[in-house]
């Protein structure tokens, strides 16, 4: 079974984890564009930042048999900081029109001051502008309300369900969401939002129809393996193959296939892997490895 | 505009279907608009692979002598070459400048296209700054776009950076067959850096690769 992670910031991982989410079956991922830990101050590092996810990270991961997507945004933390946020808005369009882009995203709440308010609403309006779908983070704390509040903007920019995905849910969150006709994603974390045993649970109450599961790996505690531990646990808890697949497979390519911008039959067929294309001194291989080839 | 990059276009737009080629007369026409716009131009070298996907490229012989060499290349890479030529030709004295910025927001992609298109454009030694820089790409796809199947480095690089360039082909193991024009470019500080490479190599007990002593004999 191909596994398809929708939220994962390659970025911040190492080549092991590329390695072992090859040989799990992961074969496809989206790397939303997010909150880097420490505070940007300049427009221009959300720029680099934005071609390193369309550039170098994207060939990273094609040397795994990983096809790499990403989703480009101006994240709900620093909509708070006026050195940034208007210019980062201008730029935006520009980098949401290239290939492999195939969401605006992660925007949303964290504090849900007026300046997120604005930016996510601006931010929904260019996703509609140029026929995208949005990836909304909710946030850690007041996530209930702060879902609702995510909802609701959806509903009064009259932004086509369809193709919104909330994501970060929990069990109080998920029922708000599938009431509406948007997505719901699962972060699955080592200790916080949510984990295998609960997913399992989840699944089993409410069924697969549009429920995604991630890993939401970044530089902080968390496993880039969530995707994979995931189903096997779905497996383990006896839920039929088919319902497996449908999380972790076919429910993130039907909608970021929304995009216009993935190849959906050509997933279907594995991703070959062609590591000789190296590079010594910066190449994810060094000298004395022996390229991996797979057609 | 120089006379290849006017019959890459009328052959692109013999080729395409009617839809597609509607798609490129319009952005063409956009791009002309004078006073010149960058960000037209950079929105249509963006959406040019996905308005034209799925179209196969041209046949060798209906390339211009440039582009024979290169592998497999679709419509859309084709098309971003045509759109580049008519925006560096719109953009007047300005072009260096359009072409590094198209080449620094460029994904991969776009930016193997700006370098397959340098010998197309008129006075391509305006432009070697940008081919010279991206030498230093790790992407590899964008390095080869440079140093492989293709003549402008050997046209238009100073000698340190042709070297540069060979070395680093043959650190990520490209055969040098492919780097165009090197045994016309070949020289004695050229031949020393190989062997110097092939020297370290061999105290480390590595392989040393055959094109070192093939390209560069004593």
């Known amino acids: 079974m191909q596994l398809f992670d929708p939220h994962i910031h390659m970025t911040s991982r190492t080549t092991d984890d590329y390695q072992a989410m090859a040989a799990a079956g992961v074969t496809v991922l989206v790397e939303p564009a997010f909150w880097l830990g420490q505070p940007r101050t300049q427009v221009g590092s959300f720029e680099d930042y934005f071609l390193g996810l369309l550039g170098w990270e994207r060939f990273r991961a094609s040397q795994f048999g990983i096809k790499h997507y990403c989703t480009l945004a101006l994240n709900p933390k620093e909509a708070n900081d006026p050195r940034v946020a208007d210019g980062v808005l201008e730029m935006l369009p520009r980098y949401l029109a290239k290939d492999g882009v195939v969401a605006v995203g992660e925007i949303g709440f964290d504090d849900m001051t007026p300046a997120e308010d604005r930016y996510f609403a601006a931010q929904i309006e260019i996703a509609k502008e140029l026929d995208l779908p949005v990836m909304v983070h909710t946030p850690h704390r007041d996530k209930k309300r702060g879902t609702e509040r995510s909802l609701a903007l959806v509903k009064e920019q009259r932004f086509p369900e369809e193709k919104v995905l909330i994501d970060h849910n929990t069990e109080e969150t998920l029922p708000l969401v599938l009431a509406t006709g948007c997505w719901a994603g699962h972060s699955i974390y080592p200790h916080t939002k949510m984990d295998e045993a609960r997913m399992v649970a989840l699944v089993k109450q409410y069924g697969t129809d549009r429920i995604l599961v991630n890993s939401a790996a970044d530089w902080g505690v968390s496993d880039a393996l969530k995707v994979p531990k995931t189903a096997e646990a779905m497996r383990a808890a006896g839920i039929p193959e088919a319902d497996i697949e449908k999380v972790v497979w076919d429910n993130p390519l039907v909608f970021f296939a929304q995009s216009g911008r993935i190849d959906v039959e050509a997933h279907r067929k594995a991703t070959g892997i062609d590591q000789t294309q190296k590079f010594e001194g910066n190449s994810v291989l060094r000298g004395g490895q022996a390229p991996l080839v797979r057609p | ?218």
Request: charge should be neutral; charged fraction near 25%.
């Open chain 2, 1 to 218: 505009m120089s006379s290849d990059a006017s019959a890459l276009r009328q052959q692109l737009r013999s080729h395409l279907d009617a839809d597609s080629c509607a798609w490129l007369d319009k952005a063409l026409a956009s791009i002309a608009e004078q006073p010149f716009a960058e960000a037209r131009a950079l929105n249509a070298f963006a959406l040019a692979s996905r308005k034209l996907r799925g179209a196969a490229g041209l046949a060798a012989a209906s390339l211009p002598e440039a582009l024979r060499s290169l592998p497999e290349t679709g419509a859309g890479a084709l098309a971003r070459m045509v759109l580049l030529t008519a925006a560096v030709e719109a953009s007047g004295a300005a072009a260096p400048a359009l072409v590094a910025e198209l080449f620094r927001q460029g994904d991969s992609d776009e930016k193997c296209a700006v370098l397959h298109a340098l010998p197309l454009l008129d006075e391509p030694a305006r432009f070697v700054d940008v081919a010279v820089n991206a030498c230093r790409s790790s992407v590899q796809p964008v390095f080869e776009a440079v140093a492989c199947d293709t003549p402008y480095a050997a046209q238009r690089f100073g000698d340190a950076a042709f070297a540069q360039m060979v070395l680093k082909a043959l650190f990520v193991g490209i055969p040098l067959e492919r780097v165009q024009g090197l045994r016309e470019r070949t020289n004695p500080e050229l031949s020393r850096m190989a062997h110097g490479y092939a020297s370290e190599r061999r105290a480390a007990g590595r392989t040393v690769p055959e094109d070192i002593d093939r390209f560069f004999p004593r």
